[in-house]
């Protein structure tokens, strides 16, 4: 599903344009309870507006920015297959991190993991990679400034939740950042499906950097290259690839457990 982003309709609501239409019941209810997200408008149907306003002054967000709207009107605001549950809300983006606020947050720790990904382009896979993220307890996910989905509804929906305090840091060179990375005392691990050794043998030790490459053509050569080592899945050998978010999930528990 493509981003879709808010359309102002008249001079006042012009300081939206180009904000983030977020829709589900979790994406807005975690985005109102986050203090670092700036919310400019909400949508909902009566009967949710109580419960939103409990989250907006849990984040410290005005809940007069709450407005009571028919669902048919929040219909025409999104994609026609967007799953809204009776809520939306225009957002701005949030802030990444730049990779060097990433090694320090890793300096002193014994052990880390983060994960980064190689244009992986869905934004629902981004989406549901960040939900695992959070979930075996990454850092931080890092990613390319081109050639990786921004910030969407259908991403953050698919988080559930978990984008409004999941880290994420985009780069312009991801070999480049792969390089800074190693020298904070990370030890890169990119998952290929033809690598001799499977995850579950690898050490699992200190700070881990797991590389994902793109459902289908994998990593590029050069982000390959600064990999120090590269493992794959144990898997059932009749079975190809995964989808790269179910993959993901499963190398990120793998590295959490130790």
């Not at 991403?155 to 020298?183: D, H, Q, W, Y």
């Not at 005392?185 to 700070?207: L, Q, R």
Request: aromatic share 4%; with cysteine.
């Amino acid at each position: 599903m493509a981003a879709k982003f808010y359309k102002p309709k008249n001079d006042r609501d012009n300081n939206m344009a180009g904000s983030v239409l977020l829709y589900g019941k979790h994406a807005v209810t975690s985005a109102l309870e986050n203090k670092k997200r700036i919310v400019q408008k909400v949508w909902c149907v009566p009967e949710m507006t109580a419960e939103l306003q409990g989250a907006a002054n849990r984040g410290g967000h005005n809940a007069a920015l709450i407005k009571a709207t028919e669902r048919k009107e929040i219909d025409k605001m999104l994609p026609p297959d967007a799953v809204h549950q009776g809520v939306a809300a225009a957002v701005k983006p949030l802030e990444g991190i730049a990779i060097e606020e990433l090694c320090d947050k890793a300096e002193g720790l014994e052990k880390c993991q983060v994960l980064v990904l190689d244009q992986v382009t869905d934004p629902q896979n981004v989406g549901a990679i960040v939900r695992s993220c959070a979930a075996f307890g990454a850092l931080a996910l890092v990613m390319q400034d081109k050639n990786a989905p921004a910030e969407s509804g259908a991403m953050v929906k698919a988080s559930a939740g978990t984008f409004e305090f999941l880290p994420i840091c985009r780069v312009t060179n991801l070999s480049r950042a792969i390089e800074k990375l190693k020298k904070a005392g990370f030890w890169v691990v990119g998952m290929d499906g033809y690598a001799k050794t499977t995850i579950d043998k690898m050490n699992k030790n200190g700070k881990i950097a797991v590389v994902m490459g793109s459902e289908g053509k994998g990593m590029r050569r050069l982000v390959e290259e600064s990999c120090d080592e590269t493992v794959k899945l144990k898997m059932d050998e009749r079975v190809e690839s995964l989808n790269v978010s179910t993959a993901a999930a499963i190398a990120l528990y793998e590295v959490a457990k130790g």
